[in-house]
């Protein structure tokens, strides 16, 4: 079973930018897709980015542009570059991946992982 990390969160101004890491190990991430999701207080968790086992990227729309998630297989990590952060984006951050059974595609939905990480928290100051 795959452990996943995520590093990177902190206290940023608006308009700052933080990359946020999600290591994993117990298994490689190649093969499988990530997703990184975010829940802030009193809301649900919600899809931020997605990157499938080719590379291709989704994004939750309010984020497209501004943030950029990559994978190097070599490190077995997935990132989360967050530039142009607004007081919206402070939340939880969690990644995740999808079950062995259908591994390729990241999904939008939390039914769509089985494995996450416990998250990193990012607080966006005005």
């Known amino acids: 079973q795959v452990q996943l990390m995520e590093s990177g969160g902190g206290l940023v101004q608006a308009g700052g930018s933080l990359r946020l890491s999600c290591a994993a190990s117990?298994?490689?991430?190649?093969?499988?897709?990530v997703g990184w999701f975010r829940q802030a207080p009193g809301k649900e968790r919600e899809f931020v980015a997605g990157?499938?086992?080719?590379?291709?990227?989704r994004y939750k729309d309010s984020v497209q542009g501004r943030f950029t998630i990559s994978r190097d297989n070599a490190k077995n990590t997935v990132y989360l570059q967050m530039n142009n952060l607004d007081t919206g984006d402070t939340a939880v951050y969690y990644c995740a991946t999808p079950p062995w059974n259908n591994p390729f595609q990241a999904g939008t939905q939390t039914y769509e992982y089985k494995d996450w990480g416990q998250g990193t928290q990012v607080t966006v100051s005005s």
């Open positions: 117990g298994r490689s991430l190649s093969g499988y897709a």
């Open positions: 990157i499938n086992y080719s590379g291709k990227t």
